[in-house]
């Protein structure tokens, strides 16, 4: 999670679901959210929530599914990429990698991510902390996988994050605390 160094209140959270083929997971997944959204409001830690589904192009019934639900909750809403944009063009739309996180809105009026793969989680810790912004982290429970497989340790994955990561050192050593 990424903070403002002012610590300015937290009105509203933004939960960031990339889904690519995910038809078994999405009620699963928005299920779990809502009940810590409420927790959160009851609690007085937040005062609105979002969820933000962005399909990245699905063959499976994922964009009928997340289209229903969105009619049906003020609270989703669904992006839909006509091409697959693979992880980080989806957190660009976004979302941080599979590892959660959570991020201050306003963190983003000042990084503007650049991968397109699997490097851009590394890619907004390093541009978020080196401006200056805190990052907390805790565990999370995932859901296990019971189908399909996930694509992120494939060979092309792997070498796509070398490849973004000696692109954009040079821009990443250049930041500075704002």
């Not at 979002?50 to 003020?74: F, G, H, K, Q, Y």
């Not at 669904?78 to 697959?84: G, Q, T």
Request: net charge negative; charged share 25%.
């Amino acid at each position: 999670m990424t903070s403002e160094p002012t610590g300015a209140s937290f009105n509203k959270l933004s939960i960031f679901y990339p889904m690519w083929n995910e038809e078994e997971y999405v009620d699963r997944a928005l299920a779990a959210a809502r009940r810590a959204c409420a927790t959160l409001i009851e609690a007085g830690d937040i005062d609105d929530y979002e969820l933000i589904i962005v399909n990245d192009a699905s063959t499976d019934r994922t964009a009928e599914i997340a289209d229903a639900i969105a009619a049906a909750d003020p609270h989703v809403t669904v992006i839909h990429h006509d091409k697959n944009r693979k992880l980080g063009g989806a957190i660009k739309a976004r979302d941080i990698n599979f590892a959660f996180k959570l991020c201050r809105a306003k963190v983003f009026d000042h990084v503007e991510l650049q991968s397109e793969g699997s490097f851009i989680d590394a890619e907004l810790v390093i541009r978020a902390t080196r401006l200056g912004y805190e990052m907390l982290q805790f565990g999370v429970d995932y859901f296990p996988r019971t189908r399909g497989e996930s694509s992120l340790s494939s060979p092309g994955i792997i070498l796509t994050i070398l490849r973004e990561m000696r692109e954009l050192r040079g821009a990443l050593d250049g930041i500075t605390p704002i």
